[in-house]
């Protein structure tokens, strides 16, 4: 299940290229970078998803620095 | 530039409506009423106040940076360094406050209508549409706004109207019974909605008529204010003491309704209006962060990144959060300070500093 | 060459890929089809043994509910509605057991109503409503009832005038002749200042003979969520004006100095309760305003005199004021019971002072003052003016 998951992804990932890297023309370097990286990072996010849902993430990160904050005016 | 569109002000208003109200009304009225319990119709009077000032930092700081967006004028006020990291921090803030918006929306989907459908197929559905908007640019945007907005706003009219019968107005009493305070904590949770109205501040580089943006801004945050208190009236008159009990008021409120047993369970048509509402606000929100990364990374052309980012933001929107009651604890405690934090004191602080950069010239 | 290979391969990973999309389509998961729900009208709640609960569901058979208006006498023996039953721990465990023996997915968003058998009640409700406000499918506006007896038999009951009990109740509630309670105003009741609760009493009728229907009969009495007692229908008559829900009544009574009754019908009223503390004594005037026609007279009085109308007002008043008092003085001295929403009343002119009451409110109850001060307008004849069938010398004010 977890590698099908994984194949999904790849899949909607291989789709989101198909149909933009065409639309990009030569001179759009740096957009094809900001392309790629952006889709490789959502990529191996999903995958480490997959794996490990529980994985921390930056909502944790705010919870820990705001939470203090917020209890304090809810009480 | 990168957006070759252009909109008018009454159209940027049209725009920020649902941003604000989209997700805002399907479960912030029970958290005002738990703390403000029946002053709860007096809260978003408080909360509004920082979407004013909100609509006014941007607009004062749009006056000193013309033409630029908050991520372009941030590197003009910290410098390039200081500017790019806290550009950052908003790149970061909106993608997780899109997810969150999302999630709720799709917490709200799922948890009263598609029970057994997955969460994740709800989200990656508005997302993929949302993006098809974004990727047609900010007039389409626009225009998709301007078409579900009457619809919207009359929807709620007809709950409204068609409630009245098993209305009690004297829930509304005792009135203040506790002073201003319950009012005053009950207003913030939605007063971190309202501070999402700095997102303005992306979108008055592309007006057509600049000058008005302050005034329609301002109408902006006043519609939606009334929004919010007529729709917490109306939640107070129909469910009294027992209002916060219920995660989704509005909409069980809706779902009350029964004129002549056959005009019932208009549930379905309310849950399709607050879906259209959702995708505008979506739509909005994911426009502003295409842009800001757009122009952080220093792109010529936006659209590439629009599938890319969409799916970073239905990841925000699963990772961390395994439940909606770990959605509500995050968006009802700690995002109101968050939001407050970077939507709110980070742009004041770059106001000040720009208008002290602005008179040492002078002062010389 | 190269471009045109580039672009085959292109096209058929696009090809293969959409054809594994597919996989994904297997399920709409949340797809029913309506030929695959049993559509529950009506709910029963009944106390089994050891702290279980008996769950009983009436069914409606399609096939028998679309075709009932059309088909004159003949098939008798189709009835419109099924009754279930299902005994378990939870309403949810009990209705996963009824699942099992109902081969339609069982959906309760056309729940209507929900009864709640007499033993249940005593025991307290409380614990069981929450399935109700927390399951997505029923609905609020479900009226809720309590049975005489066990709720199933209710349910049971074939109707001759409606397709169903369900109905029955739905139409009784939405009439108002007795109290009329939904799901939401039960929780609000339960949350809220009074501590007490009311909900329309009903009744397996088999008068006439060989028939069977439904009646509301006065008004179950809660304490916190535990029935306490049971009022009649004059009574209830009483609360409802006080609750300011009253629409339909007919007051009788005989006139002063006449031989014979008069009727009238009420047309509209309005109560309000204005609470007032004074030297701590806590004082309630109700504000009473009927508008009503007369439709029926006995007497020799010509009610198209002015005069005579309004001294009929003045002991229409009269009458109103004292079934009101009848009824404060029973729930005030026997239930111990708010009904009335002083509470709510208090709460809402004096925060501060009901703040300190508020735990003791069982006991302050029974000592509140009540006022009533009511307004009658006769506002018509009807058709006729001097009473029919006597001779005009005879006619009293003329």
Same mark, same amino acid.
């Given at each position: 299940?977890?590698?099908?998951?994984?194949?999904?992804?790849?899949?909607?990932?291989?789709?989101?290229?198909?149909?933009?890297?065409?639309?990009?023309?030569?001179?759009?370097?740096?957009?094809?970078?900001?392309?790629?990286t952006?889709?490789?990072?959502?990529?191996?996010?999903?995958?480490?998803?997959?794996?490990?849902?529980?994985?921390?993430?930056?909502?944790?990160?705010?919870?820990?620095?705001?939470?203090?904050?917020?209890?304090?005016?809810?009480? | 530039?990168?957006?070759?569109?252009?909109?008018?002000?009454q159209?940027?208003a049209?725009?920020?409506?649902?941003?604000?109200?989209?997700?805002?009304?399907?479960?912030?009225?029970?958290?005002s009423?738990?703390?403000?319990?029946?002053?709860?119709?007096?809260?978003?009077?408080?909360?509004?106040?920082?979407?004013?000032?909100?609509?006014y930092?941007?607009?004062?700081?749009?006056?000193?940076?013309?033409?630029?967006?908050?991520?372009?004028?941030?590197?003009?006020?910290?410098?390039?360094?200081? *500017?790019?990291?806290?550009?950052?921090?908003?790149?970061?803030?909106?993608?997780?406050?899109?997810?969150?918006?999302?999630?709720?929306?799709?917490?709200?989907v799922?948890?009263?209508?598609?029970?057994?459908?997955?969460?994740?197929?709800?989200?990656?559905?508005?997302?993929?549409?949302?993006?098809?908007?974004v990727?047609?640019?900010?007039?389409? +945007?626009?225009?998709?706004?301007?078409?579900?907005?009457?619809?919207?706003?009359?929807s709620?009219?007809?709950?409204?109207?068609l409630?009245f019968?098993?209305?009690?107005?004297?829930?509304?009493?005792?009135?203040?019974?506790?002073?201003?305070?319950?009012?005053?904590?009950?207003?913030?949770?939605?007063?971190?909605?309202?501070?999402?109205?700095?997102?303005?501040?992306?979108?008055f580089?592309?007006?057509?008529? +600049?000058?008005?943006?302050?005034?329609?801004?301002?109408?902006?945050?006043f519609? +939606?204010?009334?929004?919010?208190?007529?729709?917490?009236?109306?939640?107070?008159?129909?469910?009294g003491?027992?209002?916060?009990?219920?995660?989704?008021?509005?909409?069980?409120?809706?779902?009350?309704?029964?004129?002549?047993?056959?005009?019932?369970?208009?549930?379905?048509?309310?849950?399709?209006?607050w879906?259209? *509402?959702?995708?505008?606000?979506?739509?909005?929100?994911?426009?502003?962060?295409?842009?800001?990364?757009?122009?952080?990374?220093?792109?010529?052309?936006y659209?590439?990144?629009v599938?890319?980012?969409?799916?970073?933001?239905?990841?925000?929107?699963?990772? *961390?959060?395994?439940?909606?009651?770990v959605?509500?604890?995050?968006?009802?405690?700690?995002?109101?300070?968050?939001?407050?934090?970077v939507q709110?004191?980070?742009?004041?602080?770059?106001?000040?500093?720009?208008?002290?950069?602005?008179?040492?010239?002078?002062?010389? | 060459?190269?471009?045109?290979?580039?672009?085959?391969?292109?096209?058929?990973?696009?090809t293969?890929?959409?054809?594994?999309?597919?996989?994904?389509?297997t399920?709409?998961?949340?797809?029913?089809?309506i030929?695959?729900?049993?559509?529950?009208?009506?709910?029963?709640?009944?106390?089994?043994?050891?702290?279980?609960i008996?769950?009983?569901?009436?069914l409606?058979?399609?096939?028998?509910?679309?075709?009932?208006?059309?088909?004159?006498?003949?098939?008798?023996?189709?009835?419109?509605?099924?009754?279930?039953?299902?005994t378990?721990?939870?309403?949810?465990?009990?209705m996963?057991?009824?699942?099992?023996?109902?081969?339609?997915?069982?959906?309760?968003?056309?729940?209507?109503?929900?009864?709640?058998?007499?033993?249940?009640?005593?025991?307290?409700?409380?614990?069981?409503?929450?399935?109700?406000?927390?399951h997505?499918?029923?609905?609020?506006?479900?009226?809720?009832?309590?049975?005489?007896?066990k709720?199933?038999?209710?349910?049971?009951?074939?109707?001759d005038?409606?397709?169903?009990?369900?109905?029955?109740?739905?139409?009784?509630?939405?009439?108002?002749?007795?109290?009329?309670?939904?799901?939401?105003?039960?929780?609000?009741?339960?949350?809220?200042?009074t501590?007490?609760?009311?909900?329309?009493?009903?009744?397996?009728?088999?008068?006439?003979?060989?028939?069977?229907g439904?009646?509301?009969?006065?008004?179950?009495?809660?304490?916190?969520?535990?029935m306490?007692?049971?009022?009649?229908?004059?009574?209830?008559?009483g609360?409802?004006?006080?609750r300011?829900?009253?629409?339909?009544s007919a007051?009788?009574?005989?006139?002063?100095g006449?031989?014979?009754?008069?009727?009238?019908?009420?047309?509209?009223?309005?109560?309000?309760?204005?609470?007032?503390?004074?030297?701590?004594?806590?004082?309630?005037?109700?504000?009473?305003?009927?508008?009503?026609?007369?439709?029926?007279?006995?007497?020799?009085?010509?009610?198209?005199?002015?005069?005579?109308?309004?001294e009929?007002?003045?002991?229409?008043?009269?009458?109103?004021?004292?079934?009101?008092?009848?009824?404060?003085?029973?729930?005030?001295?026997?239930?111990?019971?708010?009904?009335?929403?002083f509470?709510?009343?208090?709460?809402?002119?004096?925060?501060?002072?009901?703040?300190?009451?508020?735990?003791?409110?069982?006991?302050?109850?029974?000592?509140?003052?009540?006022?009533?001060?009511?307004?009658?307008?006769?506002?018509?004849?009807?058709?006729?003016?001097?009473?029919?069938g006597?001779?005009?010398?005879?006619?009293?004010?003329?």
């Amino acid at each position: 299940m977890k590698w099908a998951s994984v194949l999904g992804i790849t899949v909607v990932v291989m789709l989101i290229t198909l149909y933009e890297w065409p639309k990009m023309t030569k001179n759009l370097k740096k957009e094809k970078w900001a392309f790629v990286t952006l889709t490789m990072a959502g990529w191996l996010l999903a995958v480490l998803l997959v794996f490990l849902p529980s994985l921390p993430g930056p909502n944790d990160l705010i919870d820990m620095i705001f939470k203090p904050f917020g209890k304090l005016l809810q009480e | 530039m990168i957006e070759k569109g252009k909109i008018s002000a009454q159209q940027m208003a049209i725009m920020m409506y649902p941003v604000i109200v989209g997700t805002g009304i399907i479960s912030v009225p029970a958290v005002s009423a738990e703390y403000a319990k029946n002053d709860l119709w007096i809260s978003p009077l408080w909360a509004a106040l920082i979407g004013f000032v909100a609509v006014y930092i941007a607009f004062q700081l749009h006056k000193f940076y013309p033409g630029q967006t908050i991520m372009q004028y941030t590197e003009h006020i910290m410098g390039r360094t200081l *500017g790019k990291i806290l550009g950052f921090l908003y790149l970061v803030f909106y993608i997780q406050m899109n997810g969150g918006g999302i999630r709720i929306y799709a917490e709200f989907v799922t948890g009263v209508l598609l029970t057994k459908t997955p969460i994740i197929v709800v989200i990656s559905t508005i997302v993929l549409v949302c993006a098809f908007a974004v990727r047609g640019g900010v007039e389409v +945007v626009a225009r998709v706004a301007q078409f579900f907005f009457p619809l919207y706003v009359l929807s709620m009219v007809v709950i409204i109207v068609l409630l009245f019968p098993d209305l009690n107005y004297k829930n509304i009493f005792p009135i203040l019974a506790d002073g201003l305070i319950p009012s005053m904590r009950g207003a913030i949770v939605p007063g971190g909605w309202f501070a999402e109205f700095i997102l303005v501040s992306v979108l008055f580089p592309y007006l057509t008529n +600049v000058e008005k943006g302050r005034k329609w801004g301002m109408i902006s945050v006043f519609s +939606v204010m009334m929004t919010f208190m007529v729709t917490n009236l109306l939640i107070l008159f129909v469910f009294g003491e027992t209002t916060s009990r219920y995660l989704y008021p509005l909409f069980t409120a809706s779902r009350y309704i029964s004129i002549a047993d056959f005009l019932q369970k208009l549930d379905p048509v309310i849950m399709a209006m607050w879906v259209a *509402g959702s995708f505008i606000k979506f739509s909005v929100v994911f426009y502003a962060l295409v842009i800001c990364t757009a122009q952080w990374l220093n792109l010529s052309n936006y659209r590439p990144i629009v599938f890319p980012l969409g799916f970073l933001t239905i990841l925000f929107s699963i990772w *961390g959060v395994p439940s909606k009651m770990v959605e509500s604890e995050y968006n009802f405690i700690v995002f109101p300070v968050y939001s407050f934090f970077v939507q709110i004191l980070i742009p004041l602080l770059l106001l000040s500093i720009a208008f002290f950069r602005r008179r040492r010239p002078a002062l010389r | 060459m190269n471009t045109i290979s580039l672009k085959r391969a292109v096209n058929l990973m696009l090809t293969f890929s959409i054809c594994l999309l597919t996989l994904f389509l297997t399920g709409c998961w949340d797809r029913v089809e309506i030929n695959d729900l049993a559509l529950v009208m009506a709910t029963g709640l009944d106390k089994a043994n050891d702290n279980n609960i008996e769950l009983s569901v009436q069914l409606a058979i399609p096939k028998a509910m679309g075709g009932g208006q059309g088909m004159v006498g003949g098939h008798g023996g189709d009835k419109p509605t099924i009754v279930e039953k299902a005994t378990g721990k939870t309403i949810f465990e009990a209705m996963s057991r009824l699942q099992e023996k109902v081969s339609r997915r069982i959906f309760w968003g056309h729940n209507e109503v929900i009864i709640i058998g007499e033993k249940l009640a005593r025991e307290g409700i409380q614990r069981h409503i929450d399935f109700f406000t927390r399951h997505p499918s029923p609905r609020e506006r479900s009226f809720v009832f309590v049975a005489k007896g066990k709720a199933i038999d209710t349910l049971k009951v074939i109707p001759d005038l409606e397709r169903s009990s369900a109905e029955i109740t739905r139409e009784l509630a939405n009439f108002k002749i007795g109290m009329s309670v939904t799901l939401k105003e039960l929780v609000q009741m339960l949350i809220g200042n009074t501590r007490a609760a009311a909900l329309p009493w009903i009744e397996v009728e088999r008068e006439p003979e060989n028939k069977m229907g439904l009646r509301v009969n006065g008004t179950a009495v809660f304490k916190k969520d535990k029935m306490v007692g049971r009022i009649n229908d004059k009574v209830t008559r009483g609360v409802l004006w006080l609750r300011n829900e009253i629409k339909l009544s007919a007051v009788t009574f005989e006139p002063k100095g006449a031989e014979g009754q008069i009727s009238f019908n009420l047309l509209r009223s309005h109560t309000e309760l204005i609470p007032k503390i004074e030297n701590g004594k806590w004082k309630i005037t109700a504000k009473v305003v009927t508008e009503d026609d007369v439709v029926e007279n006995e007497t020799k009085l010509n009610l198209m005199n002015p005069k005579i109308v309004k001294e009929i007002e003045k002991q229409l008043e009269q009458e109103i004021d004292d079934r009101i008092l009848m009824t404060v003085k029973l729930v005030q001295e026997e239930m111990e019971a708010d009904i009335f929403g002083f509470a709510d009343a208090f709460y809402r002119h004096y925060p501060d002072q009901w703040s300190k009451v508020k735990d003791q409110w069982d006991e302050k109850f029974p000592e509140v003052e009540v006022d009533i001060k009511s307004n009658a307008y006769i506002r018509r004849p009807g058709m006729s003016t001097s009473p029919q069938g006597i001779p005009e010398n005879e006619v009293k004010g003329k």
